[in-house]
């Protein structure tokens, strides 16, 4: 891989994969609307609002690769989540088409599909159901990949990523989880790939229970070696009470599903 553009490269999943992506890549461009410290020798920190259009593309040009993890990611005020998840998406990809990017790693989310509720196995082909202003965002970023993969042929890995932190937080994410490193997999397989299209994955590790099918992306050969087995019994998440008729715990989205709507 030549030069790889990581945008939310301020951010939590950007911190954790600028190691793991730095020898992948000759070059690494890291861009978010905050600043980006301590700039390793084969890095360059560009800092851009993915709402501006002016800037994102030309943040794009020279790119070869990119990583999408810029824009809002949890529930916020329509107006932010316009700016950075809707305008930033649809900016990036005009940057990418004019600028001859050939294939994206867009950052979805579980909350695109949060309102089915547990018991339903969902795969790819199934229907959107967003629990939130968030999930609806990202519901618009992948229907836009899709656009420019039909119109342009702009290959898209559309990753609805479940929880990627360092361990579940709570009894939710023991089927949500996706480790760091089956993430920096992922990234690799998905650039590695001869042929990608528009495809969606769920990005979550190989967990002893799970609601996500990842049959349809087989082809790209991803295999998660991690698992949330090893924190089933820590004590934090045995004392969890799990109401089965809260709608945090019925529905795929957890907290996004049953929380307010969000206003200013
Ligand atoms: P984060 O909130 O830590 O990082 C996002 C970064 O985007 C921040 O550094 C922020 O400054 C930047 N940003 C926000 N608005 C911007 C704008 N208008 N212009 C430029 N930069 C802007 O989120 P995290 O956890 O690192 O997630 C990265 C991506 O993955 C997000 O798109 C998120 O929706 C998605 N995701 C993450 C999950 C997780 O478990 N961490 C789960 C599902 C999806
Ligand atoms: C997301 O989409 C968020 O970006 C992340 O912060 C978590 O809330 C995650 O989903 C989740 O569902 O656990």
Request: proline share 3%; net charge negative.
């Amino acid at each position: 891989m030549k030069r790889v553009l990581i945008t939310g490269a301020a951010g939590h999943l950007g911190n954790v994969m600028r190691p793991r992506l730095n020898d992948w890549a000759t070059e690494v461009r890291l861009s978010d609307i905050t600043k980006v410290d301590n700039i390793k020798a084969n890095e360059q920190f560009v800092q851009c609002d993915l709402g501006d259009a002016a800037a994102v593309m030309s943040l794009v040009e020279g790119c070869d690769a990119i990583v999408h993890f810029g824009g809002v990611s949890t529930e916020n005020t329509f107006d932010n989540i316009l700016n950075g998840n809707i305008k930033g998406a649809y900016n990036l990809y005009e940057a990418a088409r004019k600028n001859g990017v050939k294939r994206i790693f867009f950052a979805s989310s579980n909350h695109v599909v949060g309102f089915h509720d547990r018991e339903t196995l969902l795969d790819a082909h199934c229907a959107m159901r967003p629990d939130s202003m968030y999930g609806l965002s990202k519901c618009f970023g992948e229907l836009l990949a899709q656009y420019y993969y039909d119109k342009f042929g702009i290959e898209s890995a559309v990753v609805r990523i479940g929880s990627c932190f360092p361990k579940p937080s709570n009894r939710r994410m023991l089927s949500t989880w996706l480790s760091e490193g089956d993430l920096s997999d992922l990234i690799k397989k998905v650039y590695a790939a001869d042929r990608l299209g528009c495809t969606v994955i769920y990005g979550v590790s190989d967990n002893p229970s799970t609601w996500w099918d990842n049959r349809h992306a087989k082809f790209i050969g991803w295999t998660p070696k991690d698992s949330s087995a090893v924190f089933e019994n820590e004590a934090y998440l045995q004392e969890e009470q799990a109401d089965p008729n809260d709608p945090a715990v019925r529905f795929q989205g957890g907290g996004f599903a049953c929380a307010g709507h969000f206003e200013d």
